[in-house]
């Protein structure tokens, strides 16, 4: 798991870098304690029955002081007051007095410098012990001076033990005054500015639109809703001219006066200008809201990390965990932007608040600004897309056309169905880090990634089109060996070969980045032994989906190791000279390991919800998830063996006869109605209607009828998206339990061989879209109970300077050259490909002069 201070830094706003909570400085005085208290445990340890009595003095001592004014509480009192009273108060009251509470807290450490500045000060004549008198075997000690060396040597050890203690307790009352000063102010600040708006503009303001705008003038709006925001970490207030009621929406610009024009034109401005204001106070008050949420979060960790480290002290530092107590919970901040999102609806959106909300988080910072490079990005893409019409029309005309067999009939296409498979989820992981990016959906601090090493969706994208390249480059030179459309310089199966090769590089390097991946991975697959984090039953989840992949990999992985990938094929797709895939039909593969691929991933999640069950004690939604799992698992079982309980079913009487024939002989006698079947059936409706279920109520907490069948808080900008794929997921969740059958079981419900692919992607693509509401709804409630807090800060590139640094080439001439050089081999491959298959058309007219002669 990241440490929270990398979290910390990732999300702070680079102008306020001082006012956070110092996290790793309340970390180090941690670290003091613990070294003092080692220092007093190992002197304890050397004689004990001296150490007591030093001990007991030293605690009676200590009480004596306790008794006295206590230099580190407020002498008003007003935080406690403060603390006492929030029970009796509203929530709005509650909060403001708890943020000028804690205002006072500075006043209460006026004796804080006799420690001085790094805490070096001794108490004086506080420290003088009474100890008890030695017993008689520590005589010769005492003779010597020993034992007053050693009382006076622990007497300083405990000192300087309860001396850390006192400088992290100063320390981190300090550290609360500041962010909570801080955020008063700015909450003051911020109110200002609203009021300031409200009075000028009027909450009866509406900017009314026309009808018909002349396109300059509609392009020139659009502009303005375009470059709201621009301003990132700078902030300004902006004047106001006199508030305009009474715009006439229905004149159309020829029928206007110049004296009108020009009015209009000055509302229009006055209307930018008031969306440019609330724009910047609305994403500065989320910042502050971000703020709130993360020295929160800090102070809940440090504390935590406090009470782990020394047990003793626990309960100490509970107020400062109450809720409210850090920055009011941010409820402030929530309702000055709650304000301005109101606002702008009213004013400019016609009440509606999603896209108000929408508008006014400026969707920039995403990784995608145009420069050279991405140049590159779209002119490999469409080679790309060129590339993949290319393949496509080759594999279904040459059969269409002359009876050739396609690519779907060679033994080696599912190596290349599993790569393309792993390609898929690398393209849909870029699309989902964007859109994540894009609405401000913070899945770096939801799946507890170091923000170091998080990739920006621009080169997730370089990385997807450039292995497109290569797959699809290797696909073609694949299918034209085997139709022998080119020179056989080596075997077909080389190819596919070379591509395994380079997919498992792509998943291996660059190390620094793959190595974390495959540590989730491996936590994933350790479950339930590893207690699962929400990244991993994310990833869990995703493995459900890549279920054909994980077959295709495993037919992959046996085509290699046994060395089919040497031995040529013929035109028609059959081996030549050797007999191949005796793996593929035995019992081993077919009915053992197949069925275990399939089982595999469900069980993983199985096991995780057991884990959270364990950890949590919480029976919902833990057990009713595992159940889900458990029904799919089913599902998978019947299809695996159904046919083989039908062979031994009629074993005596069939025992020579093909599993076809058993089936056929079984039908004549049922007259096609099996039980077995219609149970099967069953099973399968009401797994992947217990799974759409879980879907839409339970992982995106959507079908609440008082929202409208949706959730309370929407973070996509449109409500028909949540409806749209509400829809779409119940179709393919039918999908997806048939892929959960074993191929070449026999089954009614048995995708088609070549519709593997099609239903591959499809269930892929579910998983992507079930991934944006997933890490949407985790984002506003912490469903599961991974986090101990149950707020997330939004996702802004605030300027951290843990945030990753995008290499961008802004000379064109590199980037033009490599345009040139990738431009110059597609066009060979092309030409040498044409002039090949020429070749070989001219050859076999020649072996065949009675042959019809092509126009």
């Known amino acids: 798991m990241v440490e929270f201070g990398l979290k910390l830094e990732d999300n702070k706003v680079e102008e306020w870098q001082e006012k956070y909570i110092d996290y790793e400085g309340l970390k180090k005085l941690i670290k003091e304690i613990k070294k003092q208290r080692e220092i007093t445990k190992d002197l304890e340890k050397r004689n004990p029955s001296i150490a007591a009595g030093v001990k007991a003095a030293f605690m009676a001592n200590k009480a004596e002081i306790k008794s006295e004014p206590d230099v580190l509480k407020p002498e008003d009192d007003t935080l406690n007051a403060s603390l006492h009273s929030q029970a009796d108060s509203d929530a709005g009251e509650r909060t403001k007095l708890l943020i000028s509470g804690m205002g006072e807290v500075s006043n209460s450490f006026r004796n804080i410098s006799k420690y001085g500045s790094n805490g070096s000060a001794k108490y004086g004549s ?24 050693y009382e006076k040597k622990l007497t300083d050890a405990m000192e300087g033990e309860q001396l850390a203690f006192e400088k992290f307790t100063i320390a981190i009352y300090q550290e609360a005054s500041k962010v909570n000063g801080f955020y008063r102010d700015h909450v003051e ?38 470059n709201m925001g621009t301003h990132q970490n700078g902030f300004q207030r902006t004047s106001f001219g006199p508030s305009m009621h009474g715009m006439d929406s229905d004149e159309e610009d020829e029928e206007l006066t110049g004296e009108d024009k020009n009015k209009r034109l000055e509302n229009e401005k006055e209307a930018d200008s008031i969306k440019r204001a609330l724009t910047d106070m609305h994403r500065r008050s989320k910042l502050l809201d971000n703020y709130s949420i993360v020295n929160s979060t800090g102070f809940i960790k440090i ?26 919970e941010g409820k402030k901040s929530h309702e000055l932007c709650a304000t301005m999102e109101q606002l702008y609806a009213k004013w400019f959106c016609s009440g509606n608040e999603i896209e108000a909300r929408s508008l006014m988080l400026p969707k920039r910072n995403d990784g995608l600004d145009m420069d050279w490079s991405q140049l590159r990005l779209g002119y490999r893409l469409g080679m790309c897309t060129i590339m993949t019409i290319w393949v496509t029309w080759d594999c279904i005309w040459g059969f269409v056309s002359e009876g050739h067999h396609t690519i779907g009939a060679t033994t080696a296409f599912p190596v290349f169905r599993a790569c393309a498979g792993l390609l898929l989820v690398h393209w849909f992981w870029g699309i989902s880090v964007y859109v994540w990016n894009r609405y401000r959906i913070n899945y770096i601090f939801l799946f507890d990634f170091d923000p170091r090493i998080v990739d920006s969706p621009f080169h997730i994208f370089e990385d997807a089109v450039d292995e497109s390249l290569v797959f699809l480059l290797i696909m073609l030179l694949y299918y034209k060996s085997c139709a022998k459309a080119i020179p056989e310089i080596l075997a077909p199966g080389w190819y596919p070969f070379f591509l395994v090769l380079y997919t498992i590089k792509n998943l291996i390097f660059p190390w620094k980045t793959r190595k974390h991946l495959w540590k989730a991975i491996f936590a994933v697959i350790s479950a339930p032994i590893t207690s699962p984090t929400f990244f991993h039953t994310y990833v869990a989840d995703v493995f459900t989906s890549m279920v054909k992949v994980f077959q295709d990999i495993l037919w992959t992985g046996c085509f290699i190791v046994s060395g089919d990938f040497m031995i040529a094929e013929d035109e028609t797709g059959a081996t030549v000279g050797l007999k191949t895939e005796q793996w593929s039909t035995s019992v081993w593969y077919r009915h053992i390991v197949v069925p275990l691929i399939c089982l595999f991933p469900l069980w993983i999640r199985f096991n ?5 069950y364990l950890d949590t004690g919480m029976r919902v939604p833990n057990l009713p998830n595992a159940g889900k799992y458990a029904l799919s698992q089913t599902v998978t079982l019947f299809g695996a063996f159904h046919p083989l309980y039908l062979m031994h079913r009629d074993h005596s009487t069939t025992s020579n006869l093909s599993d076809d ?11 096609g109605l099996r039980l077995f079947d219609l149970f099967w059936f069953g099973i399968f409706v009401t797994s992947s209607l217990y799974s759409y279920f879980w879907d839409v109520r339970m992982d995106w907490g959507l079908g609440k009828p008082k929202y409208g069948m949706l959730g309370s808080r929407l973070m996509y900008p449109k409500k028909s998206y949540y409806y749209y794929v509400i829809v779409i997921d119940l179709f393919l969740r039918f999908m997806w339990v048939t892929t959960l059958i074993p191929p070449d079981s026999g089954a009614s419900f048995e995708v088609p061989y070549y519709l593997s692919f099609a239903t591959m992607a499809m269930e892929l693509f579910r998983r992507t879209i079930w991934g944006f509401f997933r890490i949407e709804h985790e984002h506003r409630h912490n469903t599961s109970g991974f986090r101990r807090v149950d707020f997330v800060p939004l996702h802004f590139s605030t300027g951290g300077k843990m945030k990753p640094q995008q290499k961008r080439e802004h000379v064109g001439w590199s980037v033009l050259g490599e345009v040139l050089i990738i431009t110059v081999i597609v066009v060979s491959i092309s030409a040498g490909s044409v002039i090949a298959a020429q070749k070989a058309t001219n050859g076999m007219a020649m072996k065949n002069p009675n042959s019809p002669k092509e126009l």
């Open 303 to 328: 504390i935590k990390k406090f009470y782990k480290s020394f047990p003793d002290k626990k309960g100490g530092f509970d107020e400062i965990k109450k809720d409210g107590f850090i920055c009011g």
């Open 661 to 671: 024939v058993i089936l056929q002989e079984i039908d004549s006698v049922t007259g």
């Open 189 to 226: 600040e911020m109110g200002q500015q609203l009021d300031f708006l409200r009075e000028n503009t009027g909450d009866q303001y509406k900017f009314a639109k026309k009808k018909k705008l002349h396109p300059l003038r509609s392009m020139r709006m659009s502009l303005g809703l375009i």
């Open 608 to 612: 995780q919800c057991l884990r959270r």
């Open 126 to 149: 506080n420290t003088n012990l009474s100890i008890p008198s030695m017993k008689s075997s520590n005589s010769l000690a005492n003779f010597f001076g020993l034992a007053k060396t």
